[in-house]
């Protein structure tokens, strides 16, 4: 039982020896496949980023973003009141907070420097109010017309333009991220595919005699997948590091320039783990797939 444990660690260690060897003996291919991984991969996050900061954007807008459903001048205050419950159950209605007259007059005033100006207006000029909040910023049309068909509001106040913009710029970015990111999975396994075959041509004699000595399909192709296994996750760290230097860089910018008075950005420390776990599987993949594709046809003895 010894015996065969100490065997089967001596064949563990002479395939992953196999598999260190062959990165640094074709030094230039191993480079070559760990940059293109690096540069797919910081393209892939930087666009993913963009996405995440933009839904995060319009999760805050959603949060924040209100519609003004004006109650008909006729109601009295009692009755504008009574339309709460009715204005709370409409989907995607998250909050709704009710404004007399004089409230509105007073956030009114408060827009101007001298509210003297405002002194012979009276309260009555202005009208009882909801203040609604949304779930989904999207829906803000629908939202629109649902308050429109409760009966006591007259009228209701929306940035729709607004809105539907933020939604628009949010789908486009997330489609072109996700076409992105197919298109260069796609082109990171073909490179890395052919950089491994490369090294795997010089070494197709000797390929071919350990198929004729009786060694397994599985034994002459792990050293080969450990060598993309391992150019993946060094390509995929080093795509990290630079992603987080970047980031950092286009943030600072940002918030030191006006942009960064209308807008916040995610701290990379909340957005650091689910990147490096998609980082590293994207080059676990892509170097495991590449090297089994590269290898391939030279198990055909």
Not at 21 to 42: D, E, K, P, Q
Not at 58 to 76: G, H, P, Q, R, T
Not at 261 to 276: G, H, K, Q
């Amino acid at each position: 039982m010894g015996i065969t444990a100490m065997g089967f660690m001596n064949k563990i260690g002479y395939l992953f020896k196999e598999g260190f060897r062959s990165i640094t003996t074709h030094g230039f291919m191993s480079f070559a496949s760990v940059t293109i991984i690096i540069a797919c991969l910081v393209i892939m996050g930087s666009f993913s980023l963009l996405a995440f900061n933009i839904d995060a954007f319009i999760n805050k807008l959603e949060s924040e973003n209100e519609m003004l459903a004006f109650v008909d001048e006729s109601y009295s205050e009692t009755q504008a009141q009574a339309l709460e419950p009715e204005i709370a159950a409409i989907p995607n209605v998250s909050k709704v907070e009710f404004v007399t007259r004089e409230e509105a007059m007073d956030s009114f005033k408060k827009g101007y420097e001298n509210d003297s100006l405002f002194n012979d207006i009276d309260a009555s000029v202005f009208r009882d109010r909801y203040v609604v909040y949304l779930d989904d910023i999207s829906l803000m049309a629908k939202t629109d017309t649902d308050l429109r068909a409760v009966e006591g509001i007259a009228d209701v106040s929306a940035q729709l333009d607004i809105s539907q913009g933020f939604v628009t710029a949010r789908n486009i970015v997330s489609a072109v991220s996700l076409v992105l990111i197919v298109i260069l999975f796609v082109v990171s396994v073909f490179i890395m595919s052919n950089t491994i075959k490369l090294t795997t041509f010089g070494r197709r004699e000797e390929i071919a005699i350990m198929k004729m000595v009786g060694a397994t399909n599985s034994f002459i192709r792990t050293p080969f997948v450990i060598e993309g296994l391992v150019l993946g996750l060094i390509g995929s760290g080093i795509a990290l590091l630079l992603e987080w230097g970047i980031y950092t860089l286009i943030c600072d910018k940002i918030m030191t320039s006006i942009a960064g008075t209308y807008v916040s950005v995610l701290a990379f420390s909340t957005l650091v783990l689910p990147l490096a776990g998609v980082f590293a599987a994207i080059g676990v993949v892509v170097g495991t797939f590449g090297g089994t594709i590269a290898i391939r046809n030279y198990l055909k003895v």
